[in-house]
């Protein structure tokens, strides 16, 4: 069983969640600086990785900041990853260093992250104790994502609670994005979902109510 921490962060309030399962946790979409020490200390927890849903500067701002701090050896005894997934490796990794492509220049900041990452494809995924499943969701961007964890969703800026993300920045398609709905359509109704913003709700509920959703 997992416990799962949000926290809204930057100017746009994304969501980044802590995903706890034992003494492990992960990190998903850091938008902002996050100071996770006193939290990690207090409950003895080892950080397995950093996943990134997209790589649009609101879940990126902070993900040098992770993986500065969490990546000496003398201090900590473990190290982050940044995992992305997409076919198209090379244009998601661009987004982490372009600030046109990542839209920070949209909000007149120039957001660069330095931090390596590592593509990864559609399907399985283990990391320490977690095994994730990995949705490949292009329509918001190229390399758009959902991750599964047990029986909870994390899925960016693909689907919102009555919404879905926007595809008008750089490489969103709607044929994707229906193609991508589709995907997460045929998932558990009572599947819960955690975007990358506003509040969580359910496979089901989208169905239901999410306009996008409906009229696949």
């Known amino acids: 069983m997992i416990e799962i921490y949000t926290y809204p962060l930057g100017i746009v309030q994304a969501n980044c ?47 040098d900041s992770i993986t500065e701090m969490y990546s000496v050896p003398k201090k900590f005894s ?52 977690f095994d994730i499943d990995v949705y490949h969701t292009p329509g918001h961007t190229c390399g758009s994502c959902c991750f599964r964890i047990e029986d909870h969703l994390f899925s960016g800026d693909t689907l919102f609670q009555g919404s879905i993300g926007r ?13 991508s709905l589709r995907k997460l ?11 990358g913003h506003g509040p969580a709700t359910t496979i089901g509920f989208e169905k239901q109510w999410n306009y996008e959703m409906k009229h696949l």
């Open 167 to 179: 595809m008008d920045l750089p490489t969103g398609s709607v044929m994707q994005m229906k193609e």
């Open 78 to 129: 473990f190290t982050s990853r940044i995992l992305l997934v997409s076919p198209r490796k090379r244009a998601t990794i661009s987004f982490l260093q372009d600030p046109a492509l990542n839209a920070s220049l949209s909000f007149y900041e120039t957001i660069v992250c330095h931090s390596k990452a590592i593509g990864i494809q559609e399907g399985k995924l283990s990391i320490g104790k």
């Open 185 to 195: 359509s045929a998932l558990e109704d009572d599947l819960p979902v955690y975007p």
């Open 17 to 63: 969640y802590v995903v706890v399962k034992e003494d492990s946790c992960l990190v998903i979409d850091p938008g902002d600086v996050l100071n996770l020490q006193p939290f990690l200390e207090q409950n003895h927890l080892h950080l397995e990785a950093v996943l990134l849903t997209h790589a649009h500067f609101d879940h990126i701002k902070g993900v």
